[in-house]
């Protein structure tokens, strides 16, 4: 919302012709960008005498000196042009001097100012005033005290005021869970216009119904006393999937990770295993070569507990960039003494030790020594460790 200090449907064309003149040449001064002489302009008229345009004047002065820096000016000229009780600069004054002090924090004195724009029965302002009012009362954490605020805006049908009106409370009573009411604000606010953020927050609605019935699908799969389930294990195993999926896309992981640990131990045998399955969906599957090579049947490798943990906790990406920085130190070690034309057994052997050590400080380093540590007592035909304790960092 703004305030400007434009021409007024009030104006009598005739009078005081000499300051019309000059508030005209001080408005077209601001809009091209020179203040300064526009606020000379506009103070000439105020020490002029006009009566007439005064209001038209001090509004125009108090928007010029705001634009200026100058706040303390900008609420003088502002309570100048409220004084007049001029029906359009009045009002709009008081407008923009209640915008000044949501600027600067001061609740108090901003309700004040919302107070007097109703005060002068406006209807061109009343909306923007209501909405002003229940934005202090939410930020005073009175949301009771902001209801009927919010219920004028709402019922003005002010297509400029409304929609953004409506964006800003369906978002707050989305945050406190009241949906039904968010979705009524919503489609009131789209009857009046169409608005993106109004459309996004629909969507945020039908993603929490969605969670809702998702979450009771997962509760009904829950195994009763004898180990059976009302609910097939491929359906409970989407449903898992899918309420997971939702809660981390709305911004909770914790809350999502709990739910993909529910599916795999809280639930029956066939419906755990339909839950890893969807957990597991796209992971790397060992070929039957790597399998025979590495005497295994089908058994996972070392990474599938990062990866599936990545997956539960929405943190893949994070997890891709720790194995890209990883490569990256290991390719610079390796590639450095290469690039470089190195020959000597000392610096080769450093860089080889340096390439090894990298992943020790990421979280899943220790597996990966361990799995090679393995691998070579394996190969050496040992049962007893090849490597000393601590190998590589040691």
């Not at 409970?236 to 739910?259: F, N, T």
């Not at 990866?307 to 610079?332: H, I, N, P, R």
């Not at 899943?364 to 490597?387: C, I, M």
């Amino acid at each position: 919302m703004t305030a400007t200090s434009g021409t007024s449907i009030f104006d009598a064309d005739g009078d005081e012709p000499e300051f019309a003149s000059l508030c005209a040449q001080a408005r077209d001064l601001a809009e091209s960008g020179h203040l300064k002489r526009a606020a000379q302009l506009y103070e000439r008229v105020l020490e002029g005498g006009s009566e007439q345009h005064r209001g038209r004047a001090a509004l125009g002065l108090a928007v010029v000196r705001h634009d200026l820096g100058d706040p303390r000016a900008a609420r003088r000229a502002d309570r100048m042009a409220i004084e007049t009780g001029h029906p359009e600069f009045a009002p709009r004054a008081a407008y923009h001097l209640a915008l000044m002090y949501e600027e600067e924090g001061a609740g108090d004195e901003a309700a004040e100012a919302w107070r007097a724009v109703l005060n002068f029965e406006n209807d061109r302002y009343a909306a923007a005033a209501h909405y002003g009012l229940a934005r202090i009362a939410e930020e005073r954490g009175e949301p009771e005290s902001a209801l009927p605020y919010w219920e004028r805006v709402l019922e003005s049908g002010t297509p400029d005021v409304l929609p953004e009106a409506a964006h800003d409370f369906a978002g707050r009573l989305l945050a406190r869970g009241e949906n039904e009411t968010a979705t009524e604000v919503i489609v009131r606010g789209l009857e009046v216009a169409e608005h993106s953020g109004l459309r996004l927050l629909l969507g945020a609605v039908h993603v929490e119904r969605a969670i809702d019935e998702f979450g009771a699908v997962v509760d009904a799969a829950r195994p009763d006393p004898e180990g059976g389930s009302s609910v097939d294990p491929g359906t409970a195993g989407a449903a898992v999937e899918m309420l997971a999926k939702l809660l981390a896309m709305r911004g909770d992981p914790d809350q999502a990770e709990q739910v993909w640990e529910h599916g795999l131990t809280g639930t029956g045998s066939q419906t755990a295993g339909e839950v890893r399955s969807r957990l597991r969906r796209g992971f790397l599957e060992p070929t039957e070569d790597e399998n025979e090579e590495r005497g295994d049947e089908g058994t996972a490798t070392w990474w599938d507990p990062y990866v599936e943990a990545a997956v539960a906790q929405d943190s893949s990406a994070m997890l891709t960039g720790e194995l890209f920085v990883a490569l990256s130190q290991m390719y610079t070690h390796l590639a450095a003494p290469l690039a470089g034309n190195e020959s000597r057994v000392a610096a080769l052997h450093q860089a080889m030790a340096d390439a090894v050590r990298t992943p020790s400080e990421y979280v899943w380093g220790r597996s990966l020594h361990d799995d090679f540590r393995a691998r070579l007592r394996e190969a050496a035909g040992s049962d007893t460790d090849v490597l000393p304790e601590g190998w590589p960092d040691s």
